[in-house]
């Protein structure tokens, strides 16, 4: 009997065991369900956003400095860069302003064909923007400078009081132009109808309207009435490489979101004012070669930055690309240890995605002794 129940225990040990093996093996080939995670919540945007300003209340432009961008790096890559900003961070305001606005004064006076146009289909588009900027975006961000009165926006700074109701579009591009240190195109959709317009091609946008007091080796008078398109075709491998998502991206920006990017180059000068000479084509370099490259004078050469930024109307639903421009000699660049870092990307033009930027932004004619500048090779 003892024998026969033992037996019957190792049979149902067995057993047991195949049972544990078999349910192991089940285990094992069953796969295990992904985690899953709720999707991000996207983001909401709406006309809000323009009258929610963040006021700087304690800004003293007598101690704000300018900002620095360093946003170089190592190897030239030609990307929308674009980040996610707020409505109040449209302008930046420092202790260049006076002295930003003499030069733009004089501009407007000397030079308005060149630095200021609009197109009949952005009047309402500018005459909108130039009364929440007025009303709303400036005194609201900048109550240190700016205050509503009873007949205007007041000026602290130039003494001036801004009419809030501009007799026209060309009076209120001039007047922003001539009050904030600040860029501003107006980009609106082509429309059905147009001799441009092209429904196979979706919705495309197009310049109708500039306040350009500083632009970058460009005329914007020429650029009037392009299309985004048009309007970069000589930067080298636009059409290739950004063409269909700016397009597309211009096309869908809803309102309430404003996105920023900032961008760099060298110029041999200190000029704000620029309408050609700081690019330059294959074709010139073939001719020009590098002879100039002895002549670059270090004492003049620049950093020159734009902080950019682009927002939709909410009542013209116009696209606004405004850019304030920057500029620091390089020799602020080597005395505060970025020299390395900015030779690194000034060689890096060649080593990116589009090595043609070398050309294109005169690197062949300045690349190398800014470089050894930098790094202390040599001196100015």
Known sequence: MVQLEVIKASWALLFLGIVAFTLQRIAQKTPEKPHTFPPKPRPEYSEDAY????????????????IKLRTFKPKYHLTMGLENTTISDLIAMDNTYEQRLKIRYDLLRDAEHEVLA?????????????????????????????????????????SLTLPLTPTDASQALSLLGANVDCDFLFMLPIPPGDAA??????????????INCFPSGFSPREKL???????????????????KSMDRFFATLPVGRIVKRHNWTVTTHTRLHVLAGNHMSEEEAAEEGVKEEEE????????????????RLPGTGALVFAFKTYTYPIRELREEGSGEALAQAVEGMGRGSVPEMRVYKRQVVWGEKVANYLRGDIDE
């Open 296 to 311: 670059v004078d270090l004492g003049q050469t620049v950093l020159r930055c734009e902080r950019q930024t682009l927002h």
């Open 51 to 66: 009258y929610t300003i963040e006021p700087l209340s304690k800004l003293d432009l007598a101690t704000e400095e300018p």
């Open 225 to 243: 009435g392009l299309s985004l398109a048009d309007i970069h075709s000589p930067v080298p491998s636009y059409a290739a490489k950004l063409q």
């Open 197 to 210: 317009y092209r429904s196979e091609e979706g919705t495309k946008y197009r310049l109708e309207a500039f």
């Open 118 to 158: 609009h197109r009949p289909a952005a009047a309402a588009s500018v005459q909108e923007f130039y009364s929440w900027m007025t009303s709303t975006y400036l005194p609201q961000r900048f109550p240190t400078i700016y205050t509503l009165t009873p007949t205007g926006l007041y000026n602290s700074v130039t």
